[in-house]
């Protein structure tokens, strides 16, 4: 896979899509021909690089990925939406399998996401012959098409945040040592496995930051570079493999990390303990007006039951279809709280359910479990895991807050929910922090940790400290440095 990053004659750049070596979109029911071939690529396309920037160390290309409707519409078009993606692509599942969607409503709107996976056919492997292919494509019409539909918007979002314009121009900024990081990973990798062609695919992409253009009143990016919904930014840096970070180069003192320890367990943390805060304020202001005291009355969108096995006391009790009284409280758990923010303490909060669930496996497979098991997981009546059961023993008050919170958002949301805690600190206060103190500092944010010269760490490290004090209301949260090259 060499780079073949090309430009067109007025400046957008070529598009590279990766799709499997035995698509052919003539194939598709319904093809609509030659006009309309690079969409059927597109779609493809947007499976494999779904597949490849998920994270996992055992992953394949069979993984389901989650689009949007919207999203695909848009590049497609509403008029051609129909015969390409519904009655083409994903017809009875002969080249996409739709697994299962799911409504979330952002702005008032409704929007539909749904989970995909690719036909065992067309799923690389080395068993049944499948690689993955790249197709450029190169004419002028169809790359300033694509380039508008797919950094308009987020051109718009960078001229209205200067964080993000700062994130965007020292990413731009970076660069990889290639030759090394290529033959590093033709050593290490069986060549045409997924973690080889992660590993070159993004080792092009981060090649292809420093051809960012501005052109047409708005950004033209060769590489991923778009905000979730958790605020979360993604671009080539933020899904580099850890075995590829020693191979971006920064300064000629080498590069650092500063990461949070604990970091989603702390998030989640002060999102549960100020969602509950704000439903007793509700609550307060419900019961006043009742009782003949002023204000408007309060409407909310809290009509969810938690499973029946649930016990109301001390936790919740129900009152009604529309609405419920809450008397989980905002008590915190003392050896809980030790080991999110305490560097001293004896354990650290993996350890600690590790411990009560009797756990003999690494603490990375815990960690997984812990996510999987505890805090993003869907909830199921009259059933806890294993890991929710040491949950409760280890932190009773925690544990509630996070069932009943999980319970009236849904474990989705949840995530997004506390991602966006998260972003807010990395990505609007520690972003904004470089950009006015340190600004002609280079570095780039992987979700909960940045990356910058060695020489300027300690001094850094020193203010997120601080800041971070501050974010979790006077709770120190742990931070570790790394030397990475």
Request: charged share 25%.
């Amino acid at each position: 896979m060499e780079n073949t990053q090309g430009f067109t004659k007025h400046g957008y750049p070529h598009i590279d899509l990766f799709v499997p070596s035995n698509f052919n979109p003539e194939e598709v029911p319904n093809y609509l021909g030659k006009r309309h071939h690079h969409k059927y690529l597109l779609g493809m396309n947007n499976m494999v690089y779904g597949s490849l920037i998920t994270k996992g160390r055992n992953k394949t290309f069979g993984e389901s990925v989650t689009l949007r409707s919207e999203t695909i519409r848009d590049y497609m078009g509403s008029r051609y939406y129909p015969e390409i993606w519904v009655n083409g692509l994903t017809k009875d599942g002969q080249f996409i399998d739709k697994v299962s969607s799911y409504y979330h409503d952002p702005k008032g709107i409704n929007s539909q996401a749904c989970r995909y996976k690719l036909n065992p056919k067309y799923v690389p492997s080395p068993t049944n012959g499948v690689t993955i292919k790249r197709v450029t494509i190169t004419d002028e019409p169809t790359c300033r098409r694509f380039y508008k539909w797919k950094d308009t918007a987020i051109s718009e979002r960078i001229k209205k945040d200067e964080n993000l314009a700062h994130e965007l121009y020292m990413l731009t900024q970076h660069d990889i040592k290639k030759e090394e990081a290529t033959a590093y990973v033709h050593k290490t990798y069986e060549k045409d496995s997924p973690q080889f062609t992660t590993r070159m695919v993004i080792i092009e992409e981060i090649s292809r930051l420093k051809d960012a253009r501005y052109t047409d009143d708005r950004w033209n990016m060769p590489f991923r570079f778009k905000v979730d919904r958790g605020g979360r930014l993604h671009h080539p840096l933020s899904h580099i493999p850890k075995d590829l970070e020693r191979f971006v180069y920064q300064s000629d003192s080498g590069t650092v990390e500063i990461d949070q320890r604990f970091s989603q367990l702390a998030y989640f943390h002060k999102f549960g303990l100020e969602k509950t805060a704000d439903i007793q304020r509700m609550q307060a202001k419900k019961k006043c007006h009742k009782i003949g005291g002023k204000g408007l009355p309060i409407t909310t969108n809290l009509d969810h039951r938690l499973p029946s096995d649930e016990s109301t006391q001390g936790s919740h009790s129900l009152q009604g279809s529309s609405s419920y009284h809450v008397t989980i409280n905002l008590s915190t758990d003392d050896a809980w709280k030790t080991a999110l923010f305490n560097p001293d303490a004896i354990f650290d909060p993996y350890q600690l359910l590790m411990k009560s669930a009797k756990y003999k496996g690494s603490r990375e497979d815990a960690k997984e479990k812990v996510f999987g098991g505890v805090y993003y997981n869907e909830l199921v009546k009259g059933r806890r895991t294993k890991w929710e059961k040491a949950m409760k023993h280890v932190a009773p008050h925690e544990y509630k807050r996070l069932r009943f919170i999980k319970g009236m958002l849904g474990n989705r949301e949840l995530a997004v929910q506390v991602t966006r805690v998260e972003s807010h600190f990395w990505h609007k206060i520690v972003v904004g922090y470089m950009r006015t103190q340190h600004p002609d500092t280079l570095f780039f944010i992987k979700h909960d940790a940045i990356f910058l010269p060695a020489e300027q760490a300690n001094d850094i490290l020193e203010d997120i400290s601080q800041m971070g004090k501050t974010f979790f209301g006077g709770n120190q949260p742990q931070f570790k440095m790394d030397v990475i090259s």
